[in-house]
Each structure stands twice: as structure tokens, then as C-alpha cells.
């Protein structure tokens, strides 16, 4: 993940890669297990420096790959961008509006690599990021100054809380509040599947499915409701909340006072603009409802995930990787990009506001993208 760095000048790294392979290929005797060791090690010193630079996570974990694999042309293809790495590649979805092209200029067309072997991302101002790289470390950068450091290792997920605090998640299921540093971190609870700040409190879903709402920690803290598989915090007292059973509620306080909002859910959103309710159903159906009782509009199918920007725009990405906005419904709609990480789902991309966004790709490369003014 090249934090902070200009992007790679990929025509001539690739040059001298197929200079270097054309020498190292020649020379390759068929048989003796010394001689097919010191190929390897030859590939792997090859690997090793076309890896990238070793102060960004992504260039030292390719780095590190490079010195144990036992198939070094995988990983050179891979950190590369050949295609037919280590990795492997998911199955092609036939692809929905084959013929649709971002508008001249703007989304593909304006996309400005800003990092890449990212696993999670997120920012708040499209200045400063996030991210957590393969080997679970999180990283703080900024791309302008190109200034990053570790925050923290053995990372699950994180959320930014202000400017000089975030909440960290590790991969034990502690939950921390820290200081843009690791040094001086709070912890806030353990055996945490999922939180959210808002409103100077934390709500908390343990691993177990019990929902919590804490004022500093797990010392104070009040159960919400039970057998939860996902929530939105709407403020400190309101809260939706998503049960195992695909049934979507909006509480108040706590589970003994709710009304249901949907059923068969399998994600939602809820905005304060015009008090609508985004959900996508379990069929890939995503749907929009304005009020608590207005009638649910259908806005698109066959959807891996969605960003409501407002009550009538949405970022919607497709299952076969294509990135769209849309007002309304899929009849005004404007193809974003292609060849996103749809398999991340809600990950794969984040809107800052209804002209930028941030999508990570195929190969897990973060690009920043924008789209013509207006709605």
C-alpha cells in the first residue's frame, strides 16, 4: 500500500521487469534440484526488488512474500499488475449495462491512485486515511504531504471518532480508544464484533449478538436488545437494529419500546434527510422508503452493496464490480467505475460527498474519483 506516495510509474518498472526476466529465463537449466534452488533465489532477489518501497505496508508485505514464496513469478506478476498471480481471481458476473462509460472526464477517467494493497479504508475529508493493510497493521496517512505512520497492529476495524482520536478494533475482539498512536490507548470493552460512536457515547455489539450503549466503557454500560447481526446509531437514545431474523427495527432507549421498519434485510441506512430508510433486501433488491410509513420505492437489483448520500442519491455497487451513482432508481443512473472489489462489499468505496469518492479496486489499489457537479 503506497501511503503517501506518488503513484508508480508503471511503464518503466514493467520495462525492466521483462528485461530482467529475459536474461533470468535463458539461463534456467531443466532438472538438478541445486540449480532449481538457485533459480528460485534468483526470482525471489528479483521479487524482493521490484516490491516497492519498504516504508508503505503494502510495498513490505510484498516484500516479505517475495523472501518465503515457493512461486516467485506469482508474486512478481502480482505486485505488478500482470495478472495470473498467487491470489487468484473470483468469478466473472456477467456485467450489467455492458455498454454504459463513466461520463468524458470524470469518474475512471478522473481517478488518481492514492494507495494500494488495502484491505479497509475510511477518512472524513478526503485529506487524511486509514487503512489497515494484509498483516492487519493500520496505517495513518496523508497523501498530500505523503507523512504515514503505523497506529496500531493486529487490527480488525476502526472508526474515526475526531480529529485526534479513532476507535480500534483488534483482531482479540478488544476495543480501544486511541490517540492517533498506540501509546496511551483506553480500553473500552472486550469480546466487540461491532461499534459506533455518536453523541459522546459507544454503542457496542459483542460477539455474542447483545447490543450495549456505553458512556466511556463497559463499566456503564445499558443492553439495548439481543440476537443483533447489524445497527445504526441514529443518536444517543434512538437506534435501528437489524436481528438475526432479517427483521429490521427503530428503538428508543431500548427493545421494549421499537417498531418495525422492513423485514428480510440484509443491509441498510438510515438518513435524517426527509427520514429515509435505504435497504437492501436478501435478494440483492435495494429499496428506499421516505417517512416511517411512506410506500418503499425500488431503486435498483442485483446489488453487492450501496452509500445513500441523501434522501435520492446513492452510490450502488453492482455484483459484477461496477460502481454507479444514481438519482432515484437505475434510470438515472451514471456509471462511476469498474473493476471494484465488490467482494468487500460496503468497504470497496466511500463518498465524501455526492462528487467524491474513493474506490478500491481489483487488485486492492485506492483511487480517488469524482464526478460532475449537481445531482
Known sequence: ??????????????????????????????????????????????????????????????????????????????????????????????????????????????????????????????????????????????????????????????????????????????????????SGRVLVDENVADFQPIAGVVYVRGRGGDLWREAGNAAHRTLIDQQVSAFQAIDAREVDVLGSDGKLWREVGDARDRKEVASTVEAFQYLPDGETTYVLARDGSLWRQEGTSGKPDLVDRNVAAFQAVDMHLAFVLGKDGRLWKELGNREQSVLVDSGVLASAGRAAFQATDARHIYVLSDDRRLWAETMPPGR
Open 1 to 182: 500500500m503506497s501511503l503517501g506516495a506518488p503513484p508508480r510509474r508503471q511503464g518503466s518498472t514493467l520495462t525492466h521487469l521483462f528485461l530482467a526476466l529475459a536474461i533470468i529465463l535463458p539461463a534456467w537449466p531443466r532438472g538438478a534440484a541445486a540449480q532449481d534452488d538457485a533459480r528460485i533465489r534468483q526470482l525471489r532477489l528479483l521479487c524482493a526488488q521490484l516490491s516497492g518501497d519498504l516504508t508503505d505496508p503494502g510495498g513490505l508485505a510484498a516484500f516479505r512474500r517475495c523472501l518465503t514464496t515457493h512461486n516467485p513469478l506469482g508474486e512478481i506478476k502480482r505486485d505488478n499488475h500482470l495478472g495470473g498471480g498467487g491470489g487468484g481471481a473470483a468469478p466473472k458476473v456477467t456485467a450489467d449495462r455492458p455498454n454504459a462509460k463513466p461520463p468524458a472526464g470524470f469518474g475512471h477517467d478522473s481517478r488518481n491512485s492514492i494507495g494500494e494493497g488495502i484491505q479497509r479504508f475510511t477518512t472524513n475529508d478526503g485529506r487524511v486515511f486509514y487503512a489497515t493493510d494484509k498483516d492487519g497493521k493500520l496505517w495513518h496517512w496523508d497523501p498530500a504531504t505523503k507523512d504515514s505512520y503505523i497506529v496500531d497492529d493486529k487490527v480488525a476495524s476502526f472508526r474515526i471518532v475526531d480529529d485526534g482520536h479513532i476507535l480500534v478494533l483488534g483482531t482479540d475482539g478488544r476495543l480501544w480508544l486511541e490517540p492517533n498512536i498506540v
